[in-house]
RNA sequence: GCCCACAUAGCUCAGUAGGUAGAGCGUCGCCUUGGUAAGGCGGAGGUCUCCGGUUCGAGCCCGGAUGUGGGCUCCA
């Protein structure tokens, strides 16, 4: 019999014997490929090692450096998972086991609440699991019989799975052992190829992310091919968990929140020096770009909500409050307020676009559970602006607005990405105009050749928009920069503009943000550079370290030119030896610690110690200050 | 809001069989005047988150509230 022929990845050709797998291939081409693959990708689609080569197929192996790869191994993770516990947990009912981005969970029901010490448990008999090293074998059956099997075994969510799967679909089941579950796949070939496991954590999950179903106990964990990439990632974990910016916030002494204000940040003396930093960034370069800067009360009328829509359509988000007998609401958006300013005289069509800029304290009711540090919050200070334009202007404005959001994440060093969220179900405004804007925000995109995702029905109620996400330390995306395009709140507050033919046209307008909230871009910050901020942005950028207590006077001397100077300098003259005092020092992560003792007094110099660098030597204070005056203005 | 866990000095944490609280760091005082990641000695500092219950007696056991953490849901 002739033998059989597949396309590899590079275009070559690989002949192998009629009826062999995935796998035999794999392992035909080359010893590490056979050992390394974990599943192949056929055609473009995902499959099983153990499938059945056929002739004339695109094939690709895909390894634990693919992420494919990956979540075929951690999905047969997942499995494992569910087996152990059904063994150590009988009666257990079983919900959905996926892979995720580092992991696998699976989603249990048990009347048994899974403590820390079942997660130890459940993980030895995992091990077990793996050195039993079944193989996972599929086999299609037909819904009857998928139905029968999970009636007679009572898992009540398979069963929901099976009825809610689309008629074409072939229903499938995954043995390993004496464990079947139901499954899509695709699967290793077994489950002796799972090196190493960890269970990380217990949490509740609604039944298909529904408030209205069954809090159901999801276990996490993660899984890689050898203890050695466990080990690794579980060490970035705990380095993750030192930079988290609650646990900096307090240590460095910038922010906090209190239990008297749960959502509700404080910010102390050398926090507001950073947000003050970066409002000026924020100032400065919204003043180059054509923005005027405006601040609109934080407080104001119902009758005025009620026409915005926000009355309505964010309601449980708002906090109301009573003057005078008349109801008031306290801003959850700046964008009425902006709209006040700008109807407050009529506008000609030379002066558009108008950018009105505002670092807006806005307040939202959050539910008590989704809390976090300064990255959720209840009260936030928006960088705001709102933009009135011509409906011909509406392109280019938005391009303009995605450089500067770029320009502001770049002088981070931030990554990010973009996407653009369509009509939500609880929107505000015929379909047409959401067509319109929406097609607007996509043209913008593309011509500014921008990659982006599209998220449906995630649009404010009043327009579509483009959010920008960013990446944190543990790998966390946070939504910062958002633009919204809005036809509709020009409606309700009938603005307009004097058009070219003297008669009144109805402007268009955008609401932006760059950071998002200074509070979250502040605590992304904070995790981003492990709380050492570059100089720029340091609350302390020099300090002043004397050796012995007669250096005091020299000492005051250094920080009183160099505060001349505008930088933020201190001096440490305390009772204690120069070691003691580079150690806290370098605790504060402060950017420069400046040590004067004898030689130095002699010399008119300082000896410059850089974070993280160790000492520099001895130059003079002018040379230093010219030194720091680049690394700030470079904002490095 | 929901599930689970947690709440002890300014901070990080001990407190093991219920018998009216401990350490390190920080802070204050004294000694030391020391050259690049912790000098020495001493002192002060706690209604053990709050409310209620069990008990002769509660930081510890029980119930509730509040807050925090990990998630779910929701969002900048």
């Given at each position: 019999m002739s033998?059989?022929?597949?396309t590899?990845k590079?275009?070559?050709?690989h002949e192998?014997e009629?009826?062999?797998?995935w796998?035999q291939?794999?392992?035909g081409?080359?010893r590490?490929?056979g050992k390394?693959a974990?599943a192949?990708r056929v055609?473009?689609?995902?499959?099983?090692?153990?499938?059945q080569?056929q002739?004339?197929r695109?094939?690709?192996f895909?390894t634990?450096a693919?992420?494919?790869?990956?979540?075929?191994?951690?999905?047969?993770?997942?499995?494992?998972?569910?087996?152990a516990?059904?063994?150590?947990?009988?009666?257990?009912?079983l919900?959905?086991?996926?892979a995720i981005?580092d992991?696998f969970?699976?989603d249990?029901?048990?009347?048994?609440?899974?403590?820390?010490?079942?997660l130890a448990?459940?993980?030895?008999?995992?091990?077990r699991?793996?050195?039993e090293?079944?193989?996972?074998?599929?086999?299609?059956v037909s819904?009857e019989?998928?139905n029968?099997y999970f009636t007679?075994?009572?898992e009540?969510?398979?069963?929901?799975?099976?009825?809610?799967l689309?008629?074409?679909?072939?229903v499938?089941?995954?043995?390993q052992?004496?464990?079947?579950?139901?499954c899509?796949?695709?699967?290793?070939p077994?489950?002796g190829?799972v090196?190493?496991v960890?269970?990380?954590s217990?949490a509740?999950?609604y039944?298909?992310?529904s408030e209205?179903?069954k809090m159901?106990?999801?276990?996490?964990?993660?899984?890689?091919?050898k203890?050695?990439?466990?080990d690794e990632?579980?060490?970035?974990?705990e380095?993750?968990?030192?930079?988290?910016?609650r646990k900096?916030?307090q240590?460095?002494?910038?922010f906090?929140?209190?239990d008297e204000?749960?959502g509700f940040?404080?910010?102390?003396?050398?926090?507001m020096?950073i947000r003050?930093?970066l409002e000026e960034f924020w100032r400065q370069?919204?003043?180059?770009w054509?923005?005027?800067?405006?601040k609109t009360?934080?407080i104001l009328s119902r009758?005025l909500?009620?026409?915005s829509?926000?009355?309505d359509?964010y309601?449980?988000n708002?906090?109301?409050?009573?003057?005078?007998?008349?109801d008031?609401?306290?801003?959850?958006?700046?964008?009425?307020?902006g709209?006040?300013?700008y109807?407050?005289?009529?506008h000609?069509?030379?002066?558009l676009?108008?950018?009105?800029?505002e670092l807006?304290l806005?307040?939202?009711h959050?539910r008590s559970?989704?809390?976090?540090g300064l990255?959720r919050?209840r009260c936030?200070t928006q960088d705001?602006a709102?933009i009135?334009?011509?409906?011909?202007?509406i392109?280019?404005?938005?391009?303009?607005?995605?450089?500067?959001?770029d320009?502001?994440y770049?002088t981070?060093?931030?990554?990010?990405?973009m996407?653009?969220s369509?009509?939500p179900?609880?929107?505000?405004?015929?379909?047409?105009?959401?067509?319109?804007?929406?097609?607007?925000?996509k043209?913008?995109l593309e011509q500014n050749?921008?990659?982006?995702k599209i998220n449906?029905?995630d649009?404010?109620?009043?327009?579509?928009?483009?959010?920008?996400?960013l990446?944190d330390?543990?790998?966390r995306?946070?939504?910062?920069?958002?633009?919204?395009?809005?036809?509709?709140m020009?409606?309700?507050?009938?603005?307009?503009?004097?058009?070219e033919?003297?008669?009144k046209?109805?402007?268009?307008?955008?609401?932006?943000t760059?950071?998002g909230?200074?509070e979250?871009?502040?605590g992304?910050?904070?995790?981003?550079y492990a709380?050492a901020?570059?100089?720029?942005?340091?609350?302390?950028?020099a300090?002043v370290?004397?050796v012995?207590?007669r250096?005091?006077?020299?000492?005051?001397e250094?920080?009183?030119?160099?505060?001349q100077?505008?930088?933020r300098?201190?001096?440490?003259d305390?009772n204690?030896?120069v070691?003691?005092k580079?150690r806290?020092g370098?605790?504060?992560k402060?950017?420069?610690l400046l040590?004067?003792?004898?030689?130095?007094?002699?010399?008119?110099a300082?000896?410059?110690?850089k974070r993280?660098?160790?000492d520099l030597?001895?130059?003079?204070?002018?040379d230093?200050?010219?030194?720091?005056a680049?690394?700030i203005?470079?904002k490095a």
């Amino acid at each position: 019999m002739s033998s059989l022929t597949v396309t590899l990845k590079d275009g070559s050709l690989h002949e192998m014997e009629p009826g062999s797998t995935w796998s035999q291939v794999a392992a035909g081409i080359s010893r590490k490929l056979g050992k390394e693959a974990l599943a192949a990708r056929v055609d473009g689609a995902v499959d099983d090692l153990q499938s059945q080569a056929q002739q004339d197929r695109q094939v690709e192996f895909l390894t634990f450096a693919d992420e494919d790869g990956r979540a075929v191994f951690r999905h047969t993770s997942s499995h494992i998972l569910a087996q152990a516990v059904q063994r150590l947990f009988p009666g257990t009912k079983l919900a959905i086991g996926p892979a995720i981005a580092d992991g696998f969970y699976y989603d249990l029901d048990s009347e048994h609440v899974f403590t820390n010490e079942d997660l130890a448990a459940i993980e030895a008999e995992m091990r077990r699991i793996v050195k039993e090293d079944h193989p996972l074998v599929r086999r299609d059956v037909s819904r009857e019989e998928a139905n029968e099997y999970f009636t007679l075994r009572s898992e009540p969510y398979k069963l929901e799975l099976i009825q809610d799967l689309p008629a074409d679909v072939q229903v499938s089941l995954y043995k390993q052992g004496e464990f079947i579950d139901l499954c899509r796949g695709p699967h290793l070939p077994s489950t002796g190829m799972v090196g190493a496991v960890k269970l990380l954590s217990i949490a509740g999950a609604y039944w298909r992310g529904s408030e209205q179903n069954k809090m159901l106990q999801r276990i996490y964990g993660t899984s890689f091919p050898k203890q050695n990439d466990l080990d690794e990632y579980l060490q970035r974990i705990e380095d993750a968990k030192r930079r988290d910016h609650r646990k900096l916030g307090q240590e460095l002494d910038l922010f906090g929140i209190a239990d008297e204000g749960p959502g509700f940040p404080f910010f102390y003396p050398k926090g507001m020096i950073i947000r003050n930093q970066l409002e000026e960034f924020w100032r400065q370069l919204h003043r180059q770009w054509g923005y005027q800067e405006i601040k609109t009360p934080m407080i104001l009328s119902r009758e005025l909500w009620e026409r915005s829509g926000h009355w309505d359509h964010y309601e449980e988000n708002m906090y109301f409050l009573k003057i005078d007998e008349e109801d008031y609401a306290i801003k959850p958006m700046n964008c009425p307020g902006g709209i006040i300013c700008y109807k407050r005289r009529p506008h000609s069509y030379r002066e558009l676009p108008i950018r009105y800029g505002e670092l807006g304290l806005v307040h939202r009711h959050e539910r008590s559970g989704v809390l976090h540090g300064l990255m959720r919050v209840r009260c936030f200070t928006q960088d705001d602006a709102h933009i009135f334009m011509m409906p011909e202007q509406i392109t280019g404005e938005i391009i303009k607005v995605i450089k500067l959001i770029d320009f502001i994440y770049k002088t981070f060093g931030f990554s990010y990405r973009m996407e653009l969220s369509t009509k939500p179900e609880n929107a505000m405004g015929s379909d047409e105009i959401w067509e319109q804007a929406t097609d607007a925000l996509k043209q913008a995109l593309e011509q500014n050749g921008n990659a982006y995702k599209i998220n449906e029905g995630d649009g404010a109620f009043y327009g579509p928009k483009i959010d920008f996400h960013l990446q944190d330390t543990l790998g966390r995306n946070w939504q910062c920069g958002t633009i919204q395009l809005d036809f509709t709140m020009p409606e309700c507050f009938d603005i307009t503009y004097i058009g070219e033919d003297g008669e009144k046209h109805r402007p268009v307008m955008i609401h932006r943000t760059a950071f998002g909230s200074i509070e979250r871009f502040l605590g992304i910050l904070t995790e981003h550079y492990a709380g050492a901020f570059p100089a720029w942005l340091a609350p302390v950028q020099a300090r002043v370290i004397t050796v012995a207590d007669r250096h005091i006077p020299v000492a005051s001397e250094v920080a009183a030119s160099l505060e001349q100077r505008d930088f933020r300098v201190e001096v440490d003259d305390r009772n204690e030896r120069v070691g003691y005092k580079i150690r806290d020092g370098e605790l504060e992560k402060i950017p420069y610690l400046l040590v004067v003792g004898d030689k130095e007094a002699e010399a008119g110099a300082v000896s410059v110690r850089k974070r993280g660098q160790g000492d520099l030597g001895r130059i003079s204070v002018g040379d230093f200050a010219v030194q720091l005056a680049s690394d700030i203005a470079q904002k490095a």
